[in-house]
């Protein structure tokens, strides 16, 4: 701790009227300049403008200031900014401590004028006795390892791996499907501009296959993560595929004379398959995989028909699961989405009638590459239908299943209705909504243009039930058009369900192996939804796609592009700075009871020879590890036991 007395100076900022429009600023300024130790108290209306910081610079050159307290927004937010600040005027940037009489006061004390300024009074007395015990610190580097680990391989998880690749750097990609590619080597369009998806997709998909900086690891699930910014070692899990991957012709000798028939989920279940397949005809790798679920080669009485007719003996079921280590940088997640179980939302139906369908069985059936090879059907009746009826909002925006919007499910069904239309000029379309949400750029033109020039017809209100008529073998569709402020029934012959989003079933595992927050909704946490909304709360970890949330393609990418630069910042520059919060162990009281290290949320303390050791790149100083010890044997710099007490000291103080 320096052993100068303390010359603090407080500054004051108005946010515009988000702080001055409920807080007495004159008056919070006045009472600031009587503290303790405090030799300039002024306010400003943005403090973190350029002006503002010029500010903080005269008043510490003028009156020799050697700590500094801002008290204005959230310190998430501009903390790091106030920082360099005082690293440019040649102070320690630890020297400085913020109070957020924003957030915590005037946005929760709009009409209590008198109780927010006391409130911004009793923050800022805090603020000011922790600058008494503040410490000079120093920001540590660890080297950062030139390689960086996708974890999946959709479009997002694709596009992410290629720019680094580009870049010049190694890239590992898993991927836990047999094959890249995602739900968009499902889609047969993609809006608003109606472009082939297999003819955007798949040269991204060969690209990655060919890549000479590009590992790709298909079949294969990452299982442990330890490590931090940097330096992560993660273990990956190889699934055997039953077939070498180098020998595979993908000559279909095997899918021959293979006796077993399985429903085909890349068809949505609309088609079938062998035991043994390949996912889909621009799969990457191009090479079968054996389903030992259903293969009767794997059991007891063995069928063994495919490996005897295989010319390029390329299967094996001899092959047992593998565990690489991989040692990477940084790490990128990008693990989609699933698409919400229809048959949970009974109203509707789904699985009891065969006519009522989702989206995605739909989007298939409408693909020259899919079961009915582009024809529109009628699963019961194997006929084209006269009328069509999409439900939206299925499984979101509904308190019993998900509150979110999913975003893509209104503009998939504009895109399906319309090339249902162009198809079969015949066929009527009714899409039952909510709220028709066309938020992208060229949507809400594309959302007009199907309803006024392609004759879709929009009935504005939630479906009640879905049931068959015994008269006419059809569906009839139940739900109140709002606009008419009455129930309304249709009678159709298929009936298609706008399935919301959700994450994928094995998230929350995932999350737990990398060390990662969720969301209400499910879905991985990112930093700050604004200012960091591709990295997350561990550092060197970063987030894209459908993993942080709902998404259309386009924000997909976006966001991808914009995780694998924030990747490659860091392995470009070959170092990281760490922030020097981490805990310090007194080994003189430390018992070795380990109670700190099962605690740690980040991993970060190890027991070694009975005492406790930091890894600080692992540590984020939270103090988990200081509120277990029972010797107090460990505590992170930057919020020791004497600024706590100093600030609870001040709080209990009595306002002058």
Not at 82 to 102: A, H, K, Q, T, Y
Not at 320 to 333: M, N, S, T, Y
Not at 403 to 426: G, T
Not at 492 to 516: F, M, N, Q
Request: aromatic share 8%; hydrophobic share 40%; charged share 25%.
């Amino acid at each position: 701790m320096s052993t100068e007395p303390p010359k603090i100076g407080v500054f004051i900022c108005h946010c515009g009227s988000n702080i001055a429009g409920v807080i007495d600023i004159p008056k919070l300024v006045e009472y600031a300049a009587t503290l303790p130790h405090v030799v300039v108290a002024e306010d400003y209306r943005y403090m973190c403008s350029d002006p503002g910081q010029d500010l903080i610079k005269e008043r510490a050159r003028e009156k020799g200031l050697n700590r500094v307290v801002v008290a204005a927004c959230s310190p998430t937010l501009h903390e790091p900014t106030f920082r360099r600040v005082l690293e440019n005027i040649g102070l320690n940037p630890f020297f400085f401590d913020m109070s957020n009489i924003r957030e915590h006061c005037s946005w929760v004390h709009t009409h209590e004028e008198e109780a927010a300024l006391e409130k911004a009074k009793d923050l800022v007395r805090m603020a000011v006795a922790r600058a008494t015990e503040l410490e000079a610190l120093e920001q540590k580097q660890v080297d950062v390892q030139a390689n960086v680990l996708v974890v999946g391989a959709g479009i997002a998880g694709i596009q992410a791996a290629l720019d680094i690749a580009d870049a010049g750097y190694k890239v590992y990609l898993v991927e836990k499907e047999p094959s890249i590619g995602g739900h968009m080597a499902q889609l047969d369009k993609t809006f608003p501009t109606l472009d082939c998806s297999s003819c955007i997709l798949t040269p991204k998909m060969s690209l990655v296959g060919q890549h000479s900086n590009i590992e790709l690891l298909t079949y294969s699930e990452v299982r442990e993560v330890d490590g931090y910014v940097g330096n992560f070692k993660v273990k990956v899990e190889r699934k055997p595929r039953y077939v070498i991957e180098d020998k595979c012709t993908a000559c279909g000798d095997c899918l021959e004379v293979c006796p077993v028939n399985v429903p085909d989920e890349f068809n949505a279940g609309l088609g079938w398959r062998k035991a043994i397949y390949i996912p889909f005809a621009q799969a990457v790798p191009n090479a079968y995989v054996l389903d030992t679920e259903h293969c009767l080669g794997m059991t007891p009485i063995a069928c063994g028909k495919c490996k005897d007719a295989c010319e390029a003996e390329a299967i094996d079921y001899e092959m047992k699961p593998e565990i690489l280590e991989l040692d990477v940088g940084a790490i990128i997640v990008a693990t989609g989405f699933e698409l919400f179980d229809a048959m949970r939302q009974l109203e509707y139906g789904y699985g009891k009638y065969p006519d009522v369908m989702t989206n995605l069985e739909m989007e298939r059936m409408l693909s020259a590459a899919g079961p009915t090879e582009g024809k529109i059907l009628r699963p019961s009746t194997m006929k084209k239908p006269k009328q069509i009826a999409y439900i939206q909002c299925v499984g979101s925006r509904n308190e019993r299943y998900n509150a979110y919007c999913s975003r893509v499910c209104c503009m998939a069904a504009l895109k399906q209705a319309r090339q249902i239309r162009e198809k079969y000029p015949d066929i009527e379309v009714t899409i039952f909504y909510i709220d028709m949400r066309a938020f992208g750029k060229g949507y809400e033109e594309f959302y007009e243009t199907t309803s006024r020039e392609h004759g879709v017809t929009f009935v504005r209100g939630r479906v009640s039930e879905i049931r068959r008529s015994f008269e006419t073998d059809r569906l009839v569709v139940r739900a109140e058009d709002t606009f008419l402020s009455q129930p309304v029934e249709a009678e159709v012959d298929i009936v298609v369900l706008s399935c919301g989003i959700e994450p994928p079933k094995d998230l929350p595992h995932l999350a737990r192996v990398l060390g990662l927050q969720r969301s209400a909704d499910g879905f991985l946490l990112e930093a700050h939804p604004k200012l960091r909304p591709v990295e997350t709360n561990t550092d060197g970890i970063f987030i894209a796609g459908a993993a942080q949330g709902p998404k259309d393609i386009p924000d997909s990418v976006a966001q991808a592009k914009g995780a694998a630069a924030s990747a490659l910042a860091m392995v470009v520059a070959g170092q990281v700075k760490v922030q020097p919060y981490a805990a310090v162990v007194n080994e003189d009281l430390c018992a070795g009871c380990g109670i700190c290290e099962a605690s740690c949320p980040y991993g970060a303390v190890k027991v070694v020879d009975n005492r406790a050791q930091v890894t600080e790149a692992q540590c984020k100083g939270c103090g988990t590890c200081a509120a277990a010890c029972p010797n107090q044997a460990i505590a992170p710099q930057h919020f020791t036991m004497e600024q706590i007490i100093a600030q609870l000291d001040a709080l209990f103080q009595e306002a002058k």
